[in-house]
């Protein structure tokens, strides 16, 4: 397998248009886009781009779900050289307005919906371009849209995308080891940070993921890429890495277990990565039950606490209908593109959250900042090659440098490592509750809690209130809408008590109709404990 460390994004997808020019490459609203094809229009965007007075090292800020244009877009801001700081596509415009501002943008695409209301908070600040989601499909399904939206469309276009207008801009930055990508993330402690990766990160990842799999050629093999660019996962896997070898993304701007259904029924789905939310739809769609499953190989999730239930259930079907596919749990945050550890057919340990990539280094760290031994508990540190160039715009340190000079992040996870490089993670260190001096752990309790049927979801938090010198365990409890109403409480408290230990017994269960989710799927804290005292 070739490697692609040491190029650019646009490089190696021009490589892979080289190798397989009549091979289909993306997949929207039932049109294909070939490798040939998608060269010629990123080029072609690019040109566009260079009209707008876009040079290397200029920030260009993308708000758009995973269309033909957001592709094209991602990949002709890599071309220039310019950096890519991309952006939840329904963000509010005043959280718009800060991140614009901090990384000073010189321009916003964003959904030609959203553009009345950015216009009105950013028109002083940046020059914004509306984007038709529909771009490059046909006339029908255009009109389809417009009469749709058409009250979130009365406005002027000041600046419209027609790649028709320009010749294809063939030059191409070939800096692969600069800030190329901007990433927000809550980062390690918590507080909004942007996270700068360059071309190399995000190919070292994308050199090491095929090996795990065991793939040399991605020919007809289809990723549902459906979680977001502005999220790295989405990025790195949803959308590069199998354009970066021959096969297909199959893009969906917003999940739908229908539309996901009906591309396993024509056999066009290979890759499923996804949030536990989005499997347990599937799950529980009766559709999903088909024998079209065998073409499914590959699925993966993360970005929350996977319950035993789920994985259980969606395992059992898939072997029922002959499928090689089982839901195999990672880790990895933004700060290391994502991925860092993988469990897969080949290497699978129960528990564990896989095994380190190859170019990922991890050591864990106890409370004296020693380096501990095999399957002892600390702070998850990582390094290796997917590591980001540093966080940007604020005055956080970057970096842990060891004795060799070698950079480390601490990740503020808790865990462990075995002798074979598996990787085991416990909690958020700032999450894990402490009761008599006994660490509890949030994920564990709502694990066992998951097991129980008539639970759809949950969450843990631990609360220290004023003048109590230990943590209180508040559990928040979804009903499964199919079981009748009964005395949940004691079914869950004897399940904690059984299974855990009667210390981890909550001091107050909350019922509620969900629980709240940040826009990438994950356990919205916040809003819980605003809930605790409605």
Request: proline share 2%.
């Amino acid at each position: 397998m070739e490697q692609i460390n040491n190029q650019t994004l646009y490089q190696a997808i021009l490589k892979a248009r080289e190798n397989f020019p009549k091979r289909k490459a993306l997949y929207y609203k039932n049109k294909y886009i070939y490798y040939s094809t998608l060269i010629k229009n990123i080029n072609l965007m690019s040109s566009f781009l260079k009209t707008l007075g876009i040079i290397k090292d200029d920030v260009v800020s993308i708000a758009l779900p995973n269309t033909f244009v957001t592709v094209y877009l991602i990949y002709a801001v890599n071309q220039i050289g310019a950096i890519n700081n991309l952006i939840h596509p329904l963000i509010k415009s005043n959280n718009l307005k800060k991140i614009i501002n901090k990384v000073n943008s010189k321009i916003l695409f964003c959904l030609d919906t959203s553009y009345s209301e950015y216009f009105k908070e950013l028109d002083e600040d940046i020059l914004i371009v509306p984007v038709n989601p529909t771009f490059g499909l046909n006339k029908f399904v255009q009109l389809a849209y417009h009469l749709l939206n058409k009250k979130n469309l009365q406005f002027k276009n000041k600046i419209k995308i027609n790649l028709n207008k320009y010749q294809e801009y063939k030059e191409f930055d070939k800096d692969y080891l600069k800030d190329s990508f901007y990433l927000q993330s809550g980062g390690t402690s918590g507080d909004s940070k942007t996270i700068a990766l360059s071309n190399f990160a995000i190919n070292a990842l994308v050199n090491e993921f095929p090996k795990m799999i065991g793939f040399n050629d991605a020919k007809d093999m289809y990723m549902l890429a459906t979680l977001p660019t502005f999220h790295g996962f989405g990025l790195a896997v949803g959308i590069h890495t199998l354009l970066s070898y021959g096969g297909c993304d199959m893009l969906l701007p917003k999940f739908s277990t229908k539309e996901t259904i009906k591309l396993i029924n024509k056999d066009k789905l290979t890759f499923i990565i996804g949030i536990p939310r989005l499997y347990q739809a599937l799950l529980n769609n009766k559709k999903f039950d088909t024998p079209h499953l065998k073409s499914l190989k590959y699925t993966f999730v993360g970005g929350d606490s996977v319950s035993k239930t789920l994985k259980s259930n969606f395992d059992n079907l898939m072997i029922k209908n002959n499928s090689i596919a089982r839901l195999y749990e990672g880790y990895g945050l933004t700060e290391v593109v994502t991925v860092c550890s993988l469990n897969i057919n080949n290497f699978y340990k129960e528990g564990s959250v896989g095994k380190l990539l190859n170019n990922v280094k991890c050591k864990i760290i106890d409370e004296n900042l020693n380096d501990v031994t095999y399957l002892k508990d600390g702070e998850i540190y990582l390094s290796g090659e997917t590591l980001m160039n540093g966080y940007r715009f604020n005055n956080e340190e970057s970096f842990i440098y060891d004795e060799n000079n070698v950079k480390w992040i601490k990740t503020g996870d808790y865990g462990f490592l075995d002798k074979d490089n598996f990787l085991y993670f416990k909690q958020r260190i700032k999450q894990i509750i402490k009761i008599k001096g006994i660490n509890l752990y949030p994920k564990e309790i709502e694990s066992v809690v998951k097991e129980l049927d008539f639970i759809f979801d949950c969450s843990v938090l631990g609360i220290k209130e004023e003048n109590l010198i230990e943590e209180k365990i508040y559990l928040f409890i979804v009903i499964n809408k199919l079981y009748e109403n009964k005395n949940y409480d004691f079914e869950i408290k004897a399940k904690i008590s059984k299974d855990i230990g009667e210390i981890a017994l909550p001091y107050k269960i909350i019922y509620l109709d969900k629980i709240d989710k940040t826009d990438i799927g994950k356990t919205d804290y916040k809003k819980l404990i605003s809930r605790i005292n409605n």
